[in-house]
């Protein structure tokens, strides 16, 4: 089984535009490239409030941090 010639790949994308046509096809690339420019501006956002919230949380020499920790119960096998 070896990978489709670039002829199998332009049959391909001939039958989609027929079932599709080009203007929904138009469409789905625009709301695409949208989905896309949100999802980076949100990525670049987000590493921003990550940053400012690591310098916030910086542990101070000398200090320790009091946690309380929790026993885990008995493995029930299923």
């Known amino acids: 089984m070896g990978s489709f010639s670039i002829w199998h790949w332009l049959i391909v994308l001939l039958v989609i535009i027929l079932i599709f046509g ?3 096809l138009k469409n789905m690339g625009k709301d695409m490239g949208g989905a896309i420019k949100g999802f980076k501006e949100g990525m670049k956002d987000g590493t921003d409030d990550v940053a400012g919230k690591v ?21 029930s096998n299923v």
């Open 22 to 24: 080009t203007a929904k």
């Open 55 to 75: 310098d916030d949380r910086r542990q101070v020499p000398g200090q320790t941090i009091d946690v309380q920790a929790k026993e885990k119960g008995p493995a």
